[in-house]
């Protein structure tokens, strides 16, 4: 392709308009002969300082930032933002396919991959080709597709833009028509979805996470912000104190949603809880009334659907549709999903992603609807290695607030110790009933062996993940898997006593 064609926008000297680019890299170690090399600056490393490495490889150009120094002996472009630069370059390399799909964007805390499942279910429902990209996997007109990241150890909600404008055009080959993606901070931080001109924003809420990388609420926010300056129009949850400023500051059309009452352009109505069989509402609008049944448990899905069905409306979907999509949908992989144990067993097992204090607190409140008189809540939980360190305390007060009894474990402790993470969870559970297991497995297996009649346990922190990282790597592990196999043990056992 050539550089003209590749880095539209860009200052290309006189001349060079024509090079032909091979690749575009932005690792110094894949650069082959004819690529264009980004100089990209990390977290961990800056990838100027491999400049004259990509120059040996045989790089036919590097961009830098303005500020670069140095003097590689290759065609050099400068650029403001090389990753913002990085994310229009790989759209352009791959064809321009976000210019192509309607692309649908869902930010906040919590709630994101609840939403883009939602929006998913209702488009397919209306018989859209629909794609997903998020936290739990990327779809494509129904196809699974596999993220590639440099890190494996990484867990990538928003794809790097290597990764994310090809997916995109992957999906244009396959008639996709409807893209839903989570949009993460870290991603806008980071520009990955600048190329991407979105047709709406869904905005969740936004609680206490990441603060390790922006440092403080009001960056994490205005982070947040940028999204709905690349969309069209944009679905605001009201019942969030952050989304009701969004409503106050953002210049678009929107829309606002609330489950609390507020006035609003679409409200949650006659909430009835069905426990562990859903809840079901009434969607009050300026020109629509429909009944929304859902089979997700929990008050949070009532906030989850009803911007689902805002946005789906907003965008042209009938009421009808919307009501028979959501209601067929059975459940999201780790988002409040019950562990099928058998008709004998006497207690629940739920897992669920929460692992922030917002989503942990959310999460003991709808376990604690599911009780009757006597029924323990068991909260099985850890917190991240080298993530904020902030929120374990907190989320310990939670934990002794809202469960009978609580099982300290491990969580992805990463190049941390688990002792020293779980050490600073205690600090907050204070007075409260609780055992240490630092191992997850023995944990989950300690959980079950010691269930009592009636209780709902809940395995917090890992939702969909099938793996556990610590100093050794990462390797398999699914809680699912962990939990059935020790319900039949041990209900094997009881039955010989």
Avoid at 69 to 89: C, F, H, M, Q, Y
Avoid at 297 to 307: A, D, Q
Wanted: charged share 25%.
């Amino acid at each position: 392709m050539r550089l003209s064609e590749l880095c539209v926008g860009l200052d290309i000297p006189r001349g060079f308009e024509n090079t032909e680019i091979g690749g575009v890299k932005t690792d110094s170690r894949r650069v082959e002969k004819g690529d264009l090399f980004i100089c990209i600056r990390g977290l961990h490393a800056d990838g100027h300082s491999f400049a004259e490495d990509a120059v040996k490889r045989g790089a036919a150009a590097i961009l830098v930032c303005e500020d670069y120094e140095g003097t590689p002996n290759v065609l050099l472009l400068r650029t403001k933002d090389t990753r913002s630069a990085a994310a229009r370059i790989y759209n352009a390399w791959y064809g321009d396919p976000a210019s192509k799909l309607h692309v649908i964007a869902v930010t906040g805390t919590n709630g994101k991959t609840s939403v883009t499942f939602m929006l998913r279910a209702i488009f397919e429902a209306a018989l859209y080709r629909c794609g997903l990209i998020g936290t739990v996997s990327c779809y494509s007109a129904g196809r699974r597709m596999e993220i590639r990241s440099e890190n494996p150890l990484a867990n990538m909600t928003t794809p790097d833009p290597e990764e994310l404008y090809r997916i995109l055009a992957e999906m244009v080959k396959d008639g996709v028509e409807y893209v839903f993606m989570e949009v993460t901070s870290h991603a806008l931080a980071l520009g990955k979805p600048d190329a991407i001109h979105f047709d709406a924003a869904v905005f969740t809420n936004l609680t206490p996470e990441h603060l390790d990388f922006h440092g403080d609420m009001a960056t994490y926010f205005e982070t947040k912000k940028r999204l709905f300056d690349l969309c069209d129009r944009a679905v605001l949850n009201i019942d969030d104190a952050y989304g009701a400023r969004l409503a106050d500051e953002l210049q678009l059309p929107f829309v606002t949603c609330s489950a609390k009452g507020k006035n609003a352009d679409y409200v949650a109505t006659q909430i009835c809880n069905h426990g562990v069989d859903g809840n079901e509402y009434r969607v009050v609008s300026a020109d629509k009334r429909f009944t929304v049944r859902t089979q997700i448990p929990g008050t949070f899905s009532v906030i989850n659907s009803l911007e689902a069905a805002a946005c789906a409306s907003m965008l042209g979907i009938p009421p009808g549709v919307i009501m028979t999509a959501l209601g067929a949908l059975a459940g999201i992989d780790g988002r409040m999903e019950r562990v099928r144990l058998g008709v004998l067993v006497e207690y629940s097992v739920f897992i669920d992603y929460a692992h922030t204090p917002d989503a942990l607190e959310n999460l003991l409140m709808t376990a604690r609807s599911l009780c009757r008189d006597g029924e323990r809540v068991v909260l099985l939980f850890g917190c991240g290695g080298d993530r904020d360190k902030s929120k374990r305390r907190v989320m310990g007060e939670i934990a002794a607030r809202l469960a009978d009894f609580v099982i300290l474990t491990s969580d992805n402790s990463r190049s941390e110790e688990p002792m020293e993470i779980i050490r600073e969870i205690q600090e907050g559970l204070v007075g409260s009933d609780y055992v240490i297991v630092p191992e997850r497995r023995r944990a989950i297996e300690f959980a079950i062996r010691e269930a009592h009649d009636g209780d709902v346990i809940l395995l917090a922190g890992k939702g969909h993940e099938e793996y556990e990282i610590d100093r050794l790597g990462k390797r398999f592990f699914s809680e699912k898997q962990i939990a059935v196999e020790a319900a039949g043990k041990y209900k094997s056992e009881r039955e010989k006593l």
